[in-house]
């Protein structure tokens, strides 16, 4: 078993018991925790379920000591992923994609995804290499955002961005040194995949020329760059807000 | 000592020696290190502002192991902050403020610092109780921001703003059941005061009831909610904006 196939702390094994998107084969309890509200629904949640559950003592725990597992861990079935020419296949009208090129940070991924999630994202796209796979500590940094969207890992992005532009997909790619701003794009009414590059080396060439947009966001003091998962909240809820108002004026 | 008079790791180090906001007393350097070159530009920079450095064994380095100093710590005299009535005083026309109303995590109030500073951002207001205090893990995250910003510590952060209405602010509290959107209030022309509240139970009534607008981040899945780093990035940003198009109109 993979330490992506454990899902750890209350708020991660809640999510997934709710959105049913994982599979979770058993749950393993702390002996002596403090019952709270939420393991009690978890408790709930895996009887309706049919979900084995456990109370262990803290030694058979000793093997997550590095994760912040809260004295709960769920075993999981491995997380599903989305074969891209499915995805495009069911995508609704104006499908929203956000393309990982080279994030590293387990973190900044897990806290993309989520973000991605609270704004009605369609799918995540990252490439087999040089990302952070979607282990343990992504799962828990989407504090659970995993199971509500589609997650595509590609072994080409440059060949998966093709495809995308192919079916009428819109590509707008994050750079440092873009003369147009993120906000003078327009992100209504198309399929739209916004590319974020890595913290240290930005976007890969082949996708900044494959890209129909550059944007940057403007940085007001002589100062470093934001934290790319900051830098893609940004972004994203750029687009949520243009179509907010464009509905509004539809109406 | 305290641990917040530390500054680990090669980015942090440099970007203080850069800066000259915070005075570094010594520079340790991990022996047998692999020299690559921000610790070349670090070493340069130590001797042009005659700053002690010295390398020492590993060994040396064993009560700073929790933190990742990538073989680089600096002492520095202790961070100074703002006194508030100071701050309104020097504040440039239409100053910027961001008010974290008990965010705990270190790791986002560095993230929220350092977005800050990208978008220009005046201060960061923060209580002395309730918030994280600006320890090394909160330098490190902001990736050095803490010394390219007025930080205020205030005993009451409700006064605190009572103080910055009297002097012009307008006060915008970010509630996730608010009526309108981050995006419906103008952030132009005006000196502006943002509050983010703490992840679990947001912010505090008082500070909600003096707040001049409410607004909330749009959800357009039924999902939990944003992390406040990325909550804030969104906002701020948003601020940036409305300021850079008003620019343009006016121009």
Same sequence: chains 1, 2.
Wanted: aromatic share 8%; glycine share 4%.
């Amino acid at each position: 078993m993979q330490i992506e196939d454990y899902i750890f702390g209350k708020n991660a094994v809640l999510e997934t018991l709710r959105t049913k998107k994982r599979t979770i084969n058993k749950i393993l309890f702390q002996k002596g925790l403090h019952t709270d509200s939420k393991i009690e629904e978890i408790i709930n949640l895996a009887k309706q379920n049919n979900i084995l559950f456990q109370f262990a003592p803290k030694e058979k725990f000793s093997q997550f000591k590095e994760y912040s597992y809260q004295g709960v861990v769920a075993m999981c079935a491995p997380i599903k992923y989305k074969d891209l020419y499915e995805f495009i296949e069911h995508a609704p009208k104006n499908a929203k994609v956000i393309v990982l090129d080279g994030v590293e940070d387990p973190h900044n991924v897990g806290s993309i995804i989520r973000t991605a999630v609270c704004a009605g994202f369609d799918a995540v796209i990252l490439p087999k290499r040089r990302s952070a796979v979607v282990n343990s500590t992504v799962a828990k940094s989407s504090a659970g955002a995993i199971n509500h969207i589609d997650l595509i890992i590609v072994n080409s992005l440059s060949g998966a961005i093709e495809i995308l532009k192919k079916n009428n997909y819109w590509v707008i790619a994050t750079e440092a040194k873009a003369k147009d701003n993120y906000f003078e794009v327009d992100y209504t009414n198309s399929n739209i995949v916004i590319v974020m590059g890595s913290e240290k080396s930005g976007i890969s060439k082949t996708i900044l020329n494959q890209a129909d947009y550059r944007v940057k966001i403007p940085m007001l003091m002589n100062f470093d760059s934001l934290n790319v998962a900051n830098a893609a909240g940004i972004i994203i809820y750029e687009t949520v807000k243009q179509n907010i108002q464009n509905q509004k004026n539809v109406v």
